[in-house]
């Protein structure tokens, strides 16, 4: 299966930043931290986030763009 990072998800929802953060109950840069990096996250929050998003937990990459693109890269040759 492949996966999307936490802000490729964010985009096709078609939310802003902003947006998401307000429903989570944080900042804006605070998301956007996590948006970078979301491996340090509480999976409370990463399933808050996710649902407001209408995915699921487990399509979403927990780490940056360019080893989600290598993750997918390495399944799609397996």
Do not use: W
């Not at 936490?6 to 307000?22: C, I, N, Q, Y």
């Amino acid at each position: 299966m492949f996966q999307i990072t936490l802000k490729g998800a964010r985009e096709l929802s078609g939310f802003t930043t902003e947006e998401v953060a307000d429903h989570c109950g944080i900042c804006e840069d605070e998301y956007q931290a996590i948006e970078d990096d979301p491996s340090q996250t509480s999976l409370s929050l990463m399933l808050k986030i996710t649902v407001f998003l209408g995915s699921q937990l487990s399509l979403i990459y927990p780490g940056n763009k360019v080893d989600c693109v290598n993750h997918n890269r390495l399944r799609s040759i397996t």
